[in-house]
């Protein structure tokens, strides 16, 4: 059974930091993105950052680049998303996803498995 555990939300104020960890159980993931996403109250889920799991490639929305940044360590089967310069407006539950089509990372439907979410909260 494949599992997708996130942790690294709770609350911070603007100008702060937080480090997103996802760690994946029940199978590798070599060859598929992996990302993450977030939903904002009231809005639809949106795509966030992506990193292919055999390289080194990464991809950031337009509202992240420069402050976030994704990782990952093979070794631990673990995805990191380090979120710097937070913003009130960065405030969602962010989804880590596997299983990502290499050729459509920033489409949420390409993902096979989700995680149960970490919420974010940014205060102003």
């Known amino acids: 059974q494949v599992q997708l555990v996130e942790a690294g939300g709770g609350l911070v104020q603007a100008g702060g930091s937080l480090r997103l960890s996802c760690t994946t159980s029940g199978r590798t993931f070599s060859s598929y993105a992996m990302g993450w996403f977030r939903q904002a109250p009231g809005k639809e889920r949106e795509f966030v950052a992506a990193?292919?799991?055999?390289?080194?490639?990464?991809y950031y929305a337009d509202s992240v680049k420069g402050r976030f940044t994704i990782s990952r360590d093979n070794a631990k089967n673990t995805v990191y998303l380090q979120m710097n310069s937070l913003k009130p407006e960065d405030t969602a539950v962010y989804y880590c996803?596997?299983?990502?089509?290499?050729?459509?990372?920033?489409?949420?439907?390409?993902?096979?498995?989700w995680g149960q979410g970490t919420r974010v909260t940014v205060s102003s």
């Open positions: 990193i292919k799991w055999s390289g080194d490639n990464t």
């Open positions: 996803a596997a299983g990502g089509r290499s050729y459509a990372v920033r489409v949420e439907s390409q993902y096979d498995y």
